[in-house]
């Protein structure tokens, strides 16, 4: 009798081993993980003081370390990300939070989404002037509303209602960002066409991002921006747009994006690469580069994004010179990089 | 020698036929079409008088009969789609332009997209509240500027730049609309939860679009809207994302979307029946039915699309009560409907 219950429970694990597509994982070696972003764009090392590339590595761990340690204890993917995102955004180094670039007008308006992987929830607000964490709102914005997105002073009367103090525009402040905005009036005056603005330097944009997947398998995406230098007319990127800059989903991955907005918009890079995992079967690494270093470079986009899957593969393509990135495993290791 | 030269005319001519993918058309049969929506919902004949119907079915015949003539002489996909969608916002009937539905702060609030098959160029403006026609100010944004977003006031500045005239919000008021406001807000009093806003009924949403293919060719898609009745907070639907209310690509599509515009965001409606005929080689019909018939119902989204394919298929799948929509062949055939 024991004899055949042993046989029986033996061939179970063996049709078990078979069957499963995915590598199983004893709760000890279930992966969480979690990838985040400072911005993609002409970053060369000859810029980079040794300080400031000190500096840079330092911050992305910090945000890196404060996501792993929320997966760590069970924690959501979802409050990975915006741990790690606010993070940044708390950081003068980075285009989204303190520290955004200025607008023409000498304002900072600042866009954010987050995506819920499990649900398909979404959150995201644009052109918001008085929000520390635009990335708290856009969540708040998701789980408090029954709205999308939101934009302008409607999205902070939201904010205000749901009791989120706002803070004055001073608080953004960085006179590394006000002296790019000059330099950026001083060339202007020199252009001919509005139309023909070029967006190329490292100065013009930047976003922060996270993607992260948790212990019990949920991925999620953010990301926060404070958009170009110099934008004009209530301009809004990629960033709070879903499927555009931020997208995720349990059956494929997350991403963020970061680049030229107005490229990734039109190319809907985030959702891209999902559906070609969906319908293609790409693996993450293939249909990450397909759209980034492919699609992307002939289409003329100049960016990259990071993305996460739901077996923890994780991918940061860019096809600019540099993308100030990081990631860290269920086991604390942490990599940051900014070159090639 | 003549023999030999019809020998190869013939053999020429065989191959051609053999190997052309698509129908071949004379110039007389090279397929124009254009397809119209305006709006999908809870539209049940027993709330529609006979009257109404009429002036429905005149309208649509009217904006499409307008569009046809621009592809007849030879105009863009482009110009027939934002010709057909001005003569939409310009009549009461539909919320968009003069029409448009009220937010909860009694004011209307305009959104819009276009995009452009052959480049994938793409202009949307959001929150505009003073812009008559906010089809031609996206067509701007697109075409005049190095943006794809523009939102509120900055997008009204960037008209006035561009020398569009901006109206009173007075030009936009109906009655109809304003009682629509009355009743939402008298619902509202009774309702506990914001969170659990639903929007269900047909005067809570609206949205006119177009697709059109033009004698080249190319696709184009628009879609122009006022959102929600007592809509809050800056609130902003799919009409204006690239990728879920609006898309157009001549490899595979153009698609303007209806419907409750969270869960079109979320799915990335338009893109996502363009990647499956891109990705799956899904026909239009089979990819406009798995989003809108199965994936949108499955995950909750009422509404419907119109779209065209480079072949001239239309497509117009709804699961909702009813769709004002129609469509015009190459001939000058029109069609249009309300209910199933």
Not at 42 to 64: G, Q
């Amino acid at each position: 009798m024991l004899k055949r219950i042993s046989l029986y429970l033996l061939i179970t694990l063996i049709l078990a081993f078979l069957i499963s597509e995915t590598p199983t994982y004893s709760n000890a070696e279930q992966p969480f993980r979690l990838a985040i972003h400072g911005g993609a764009g002409v970053i060369l090392r000859e810029n980079l003081s040794a300080e400031d590339e000190k500096a840079y590595h330092e911050k992305l761990s910090e945000a890196l370390q404060a996501g792993h340690q929320v997966l760590k204890n069970g924690g959501k993917s979802l409050d990975a990300v915006e741990t790690a995102i606010k993070i940044l955004e708390d950081s003068p180094l980075f285009n989204a939070g303190k520290g955004a670039v200025f607008t023409s007008e000498g304002t900072i308006e600042l866009d954010a989404a987050i995506m819920d992987g499990a649900s398909l929830a979404a959150g995201s607000v644009a052109g918001t002037k008085h929000i520390k964490n635009p990335i708290s709102l856009a969540r708040m914005v998701m789980e408090k509303s029954p709205h999308v997105m939101m934009v302008g002073n409607g999205a902070e009367k939201f904010a205000q209602k749901q009791g989120m103090t706002l803070v004055d525009q001073k608080y953004f402040f960085t006179k590394r960002r006000f002296e790019q905005l000059q330099k950026e009036k001083a060339k202007e005056s020199k252009k001919t066409s509005f139309l023909k603005t070029q967006l190329h330097d490292e100065n013009k944009f930047g976003t922060v991002g996270a993607v992260a997947l948790d212990k019990i398998g949920n991925l999620a995406a953010g990301t926060s921006t404070g958009g170009t230098t110099n934008k004009k007319f209530g301009r809004v990127g990629d960033a709070p747009i879903i499927g555009a800059g931020t997208y995720a989903n349990n059956q494929t991955c997350a991403v963020s994006a970061t680049g030229h907005g107005e490229y990734f918009i039109r190319a809907v890079v985030a959702y891209d690469i999902s559906a070609l995992m969906q319908y293609q079967k790409l693996s993450l690494k293939d249909a990450s580069d397909k759209v980034v270093m492919d699609k992307l470079v002939k289409f003329g986009g100049a960016g990259g994004v990071i993305c996460i899957d739901k077996d923890g593969n994780i991918a940061m393509p860019f096809n600019t010179p540099g993308m100030y990135r990081g990631s860290i495993d269920e086991n604390g290791k942490i990599t940051t990089s900014i070159f090639r």
